[in-house]
């Protein structure tokens, strides 16, 4: 670990300030993806899955009835917004800037109902096929009969969590009459903690941060074979789940009229924790559209975990608390100090670049997001709303094709559920920041 510091952009990191760098390697997608190591079938396995499975979903969570029970969420434009941005950082951005809103993906209100909910189907679906009472030809809404809750029962499904992820898990394993535990770390939300504790979820919570809470699921759950733990720092069913969103969001691409290929880039960013979400999301995206997809990560300047992992080539033998850092930030989705062994590793020449943002930022354009477009989020969410400025300003990008023609697609990850009391006090402090804010 010695000697990073000689590095700016870590010795940045490590006084808190936002930083700003792009993938160095020019090697090709096709390449870059067989190198990973990841099997694209790992795609269609759980897309397959989330399709047998969707009329258990559609009877149980009826609001998912638009999609006959597949969990999917729309694009939005952001003109106002994006005209707004404009005027602040004094220069226009070329393309148009859209909005992917996985904060209201239905059952779990953020980006985890992809990768959570895949992990607990494909668990549900192991345990329940291993004990004969599914056949794989059955119709799923077997899963709410009485014989099959009765089997899954004897099974728990345990997860360390900032929050979401634990929402997500806990909400469909207790459906499916699993026992359910979630460790929360410090920065969980406890309106998180009530409610899954209504949905008769066990809720340990601990005084330390995220992988301490990883690790006391990870050591409970290997004392009981009965137990499957979800690892959310090297899951393969979470990665799965989230590469999902890449297909289906290709034909929606199209039903807006929006082209994709070498003379019109897809330029996605996205909010980054611990690495799952954002690279199975990546990782979908660059199977489907090649070259022609370029995706950032944003993380908190105060809690960087990937873009600290890979800019040293440590990934998770390194974390925020060895720049010194304290990690606290108001984006407690992203509230992770130690990346993915799986994501990091595996993608670091696929991802096209890293950003820190701010706290201030995130919760100003979390109060921005609702006066100019009336959409409200956690300001997790809003952690890649500045990244289209940054890239398209930057010397080095100018050589992207068609960069000026450009879909500029926010992947917005969680908010739905956020109520609204709290909601309002996002609000108000970020209308403070607001005015504080004197530089973008
Ligand atoms: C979990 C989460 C993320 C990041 O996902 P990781 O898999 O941890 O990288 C982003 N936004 C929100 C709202 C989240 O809950």
């Known amino acids: 670990m010695q000697g990073i510091f000689e590095d700016p952009v870590i010795a940045a990191m490590a006084a808190g300030k936002e930083t700003t760098w792009f993938r160095q390697s020019r090697t090709p997608t096709a390449q870059a993806l067989s190198n990973s190591g990841l099997d694209p079938a790992l795609i269609d396995d759980a897309s397959d899955r989330f399709q047998r499975f969707a009329p258990w979903i559609l009877r149980e969570f009826p609001e998912t009835g638009i999609n006959h029970g597949i969990l999917e969420s729309p694009v939005h434009g952001l003109p106002r917004l994006q005209t707004e941005l404009d005027t602040r950082l004094g220069r226009a951005l070329g393309g148009k800037l859209w909005l992917k809103r996985d904060d209201l993906l239905p059952v779990a209100g953020s980006i985890k109902a992809r990768g959570g909910i895949h992990e607990v189907l494909q668990v549900a679906e192991r345990f329940a096929l291993e004990a004969g009472v599914i056949s794989p030809d059955d119709d799923y809404t077997r899963f709410a009969d009485q014989d099959v809750q009765a089997v899954l029962g004897r099974y728990g499904i345990m997860v360390g969590s900032t929050g979401n992820l634990g929402l997500s898990i806990g909400i469909t394993a207790a459906r499916l009459g699993l026992r359910t535990t979630v460790h929360m770390s410090a920065d969980a939300r406890d309106w998180k903690k009530q409610l899954l504790r209504s949905h008769g979820v066990t809720v340990v919570e601990h005084q330390g941060d995220f992988s301490q809470a990883v690790d006391a699921g990870r050591a409970e759950a290997a004392a009981d074979s009965t137990v499957h733990f979800v690892d959310d720092e090297n899951s393969l069913p979470l990665f799965a789940g989230y590469a999902v969103a890449a297909r289906r969001l290709e034909g929606q691409l199209r039903g807006l009229g929006i082209t994709v290929d070498g003379q019109h880039p897809l330029m996605v960013y996205l909010p980054c924790g611990v690495g799952g979400s954002p690279g199975g999301v990546t990782f979908g995206l660059k199977h489907v559209f090649g070259d022609n997809v370029h995706?950032?990560?944003?993380?908190?300047?105060?809690?960087?975990?990937?873009?600290?992992?890979?800019?040293?080539?440590?990934?998770?033998?390194?974390?925020?608390?060895?720049?010194?850092?304290?990690?606290?930030?108001?984006?407690?989705?992203?509230?992770?100090?130690?990346?993915?062994?799986?994501?990091?590793?595996?993608?670091?020449?696929?991802?096209?670049?890293?950003?820190?943002?701010?706290?201030?930022?995130?919760?100003?354009?979390?109060?921005?997001?609702?006066?100019?477009?009336?959409?409200?989020?956690?300001?997790?969410?809003?952690?890649?709303?500045?990244?289209?400025?940054?890239?398209?300003?930057?010397?080095?990008?100018?050589?992207?094709?068609?960069?000026?023609?450009?879909?500029?697609?926010?992947?917005?990850?969680?908010?739905?559920?956020?109520?609204?009391?709290?909601?309002?006090?996002?609000?108000?402090?970020?209308?403070?920041?607001?005015?504080?804010?004197?530089?973008?």
């Not at 925020?320 to 994501?343: I, M, N, Q």
């Not at 990244?387 to 300003?393: A, H, I, T, Y």
Request: aromatic content about 6%.
């Open 295 to 440: 995706c950032y990560f944003a993380e908190p300047a105060n809690c960087p975990a990937v873009t600290l992992g890979v800019r040293t080539g440590l990934h998770e033998k390194i974390s925020a608390f060895d720049l010194g850092l304290d990690g606290k930030t108001t984006a407690d989705g992203l509230a992770v100090a130690r990346p993915s062994e799986l994501v990091g590793r595996a993608l670091a020449d696929v991802i096209d670049g890293y950003c820190t943002v701010t706290d201030e930022k995130m919760q100003a354009l979390t109060a921005l997001l609702d006066s100019c477009e009336g959409i409200r989020v956690e300001p997790s969410a809003t952690a890649g709303l500045l990244l289209p400025w940054r890239v398209f300003g930057h010397p080095d990008f100018a050589e992207i094709p068609g960069l000026v023609n450009a879909t500029h697609l926010v992947w917005c990850t969680g908010g739905s559920m956020v109520p609204e009391d709290e909601m309002a006090r996002y609000l108000a402090q970020g209308q403070q920041e607001l005015g504080r804010i004197g530089s973008w």
